[in-house]
């Protein structure tokens, strides 16, 4: 929407020139290497960004947000830059920890993990219940896009999925996990969704086979620090394989600094299921990615008690579209 000034990102180089409903939902562009990126932004939503190429000084590169929905910016609308290959994408960091589309809390994803888990038993049911306020689902969620068909490796039981169906946010989804007894408990669970059909988790390890085809979104939410440090490419490289064109791996895992944070995580892992834990770098998680044609899209970090989050988004891009 055209309005005045709404304020400048701190960072150099990235110009916010019009108005925004509420400057909580500003983005910001982390250009590398160019200059004047111009961010139109209206009803809380970014709809264009406009690059004058640092490079060539000639082009101008748009993306365009596709539709209202806040998702990951389209393919460049205008001009390919003329001497880059793809460097022209840039990368989309959310400035706050809010959760856009449906405005989530930690709270809402408790209230639905109420809801979800009501006729389950035992302490599994309260480890689901309290899982929203130690891991950021109120904000992982809004990085799916609608409509999509989902793969999550190592679900548990099945948190992620269930409350994705319950918002309706999702099209389809397969869970699977090497725990026998959650996903028991994700399967009843399942079973009260009005569309229950199109939910389906299955018990196995990721060392076996994986259910077949490929997925919008691939999600890896906590599941690699409890492999071991040698398993952890192959697991990253096969999730990457079931990602389709122009889907994403959402990768979620415990960050290795600061220590006293990753110590405290570890002590919980020690203490809650005796497991010794391996933290992966997201460098190393993203070249992995990078060896399978993923590109990061966006990266971010969250801290929630003595916890820190850290997830990035890596993407199919399909040069044909
Ligand atoms: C911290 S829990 C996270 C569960 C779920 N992703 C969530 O965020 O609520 C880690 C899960 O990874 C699963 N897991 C660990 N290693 C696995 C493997 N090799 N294959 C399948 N699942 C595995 C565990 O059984 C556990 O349910």
């Not at 400048?8 to 250009?31: E, I, K, Y």
């Not at 026998?180 to 399942?190: D, E, R, Y």
């Not at 590109?295 to 988004?313: A, F, N």
């Amino acid at each position: 929407m055209p309005g005045k000034m709404a304020r400048s990102d701190p960072r150099p180089s990235v110009r916010v020139t019009r108005g925004v409903g509420s400057g909580q939902h500003l983005a910001s562009v982390l250009q590398e290497g160019r200059e004047n990126a111009n961010i139109d932004a209206g009803l809380g939503f970014i709809w264009r960004i406009s690059v004058h190429c640092s490079k060539c000084k000639v082009c101008l590169m748009e993306l365009w947000q596709a539709t209202l929905r806040r998702e990951t910016i389209a393919r460049p609308a205008a001009v390919k830059h003329p001497l880059a290959t793809d460097d022209w994408r840039l990368r989309m960091t959310v400035l706050d920890d809010t959760s856009f589309r449906n405005r989530l809390t930690v709270t809402d994803v408790v209230r639905l993990a109420r809801t979800i888990y009501s006729d389950a038993h035992g302490g599994i049911k309260y480890k689901q219940i309290l899982r929203p306020y130690v891991c950021p689902f109120h904000i992982l969620v809004d990085l799916i896009p609608l409509e999509a068909n989902i793969l999550d490796v190592g679900c548990g039981a099945g948190l992620f999925i269930l409350v994705l169906a319950r918002l309706g946010r999702i099209q389809s989804a397969v869970g699977f996990d090497a725990d026998q007894l959650a996903i028991q408990v994700a399967q009843g669970a399942a079973q009260k969704l009005p569309k229950s059909e199109r939910i389906r988790f299955e018990h196995r390890d990721a060392a076996e086979i994986w259910p077949a085809g490929r997925f919008d979104v691939v999600c890896l939410i906590d599941v690699m620090h409890h492999l071991r440090p040698e398993q952890q490419a192959e697991l990253l490289m096969t999730a990457a394989e079931h990602v389709a064109d122009n889907g994403i791996l959402l990768y979620k895992d415990m960050a290795r600094r600061p220590h006293w944070r990753a110590w405290a995580n570890r002590l919980h892992d020690l203490l809650s299921v005796g497991e010794w834990i391996y933290y992966a770098k997201l460098d190393d998680v993203i070249s992995w990615g990078r060896r399978k044609g993923l590109r990061v899209d966006r990266t971010g970090s969250i801290d929630m008690l003595w916890y820190r989050h850290e997830w990035c988004i890596l993407r199919r891009w399909n040069e044909k579209t």
